[in-house]
């Protein structure tokens, strides 16, 4: 059974830090494009850092401030976070997305983590 689950989230003052986990079970996240991404109240969900094929991309607003790494002996994503800032305040998810021969997208999801930043 395939299950995505985020923990780590939490309120923390702007300035600080923190690290988010997405433990996975029943496929291999080394095998899988890892994501995280977040979504704030009232806006869509956006993209926050993306891992495929040996390379991490992230959202311009993060950049330098947030980043993920892959521990394949746990089977299990990272991020951290640092420098957060009040906009960074929204629930995180983590994905796994592959491509399966029929050319049709896998997607896994976890149920969302929350980070409130506070001003």
């Known amino acids: 059974q395939v299950q995505v689950v985020e923990s780590g989230g939490g309120l923390v003052q702007a300035g600080g830090s923190l690290r988010l986990s997405c433990a996975a079970s029943?496929?291999?996240?080394?095998?899988?494009?890892m994501n995280w991404y977040r979504q704030a109240p009232g806006k869509e969900r956006e993209l926050v850092a993306a891992?495929?094929?040996?390379?991490?991309n992230y959202a311009d607003t993060v950049k330098g401030r947030f980043t993920l790494c892959r521990d394949n002996a746990k089977n299990t994503v990272y991020m951290q976070m640092n420098s957060l800032k009040p906009e960074d305040t929204a629930v995180y998810y983590c994905?796994?997305?592959?491509?399966?021969?029929?050319?049709?997208?896998?997607?896994?999801w976890g149920k969302g983590t929350l980070v409130t930043v506070s001003s």
């Open positions: 994905n796994a997305h592959a491509r399966d021969y029929t050319f049709r997208d896998v997607d896994y």
């Open positions: 891992s495929a094929g040996g390379r991490t």
């Open positions: 029943g496929f291999t996240v080394s095998a899988y494009g």
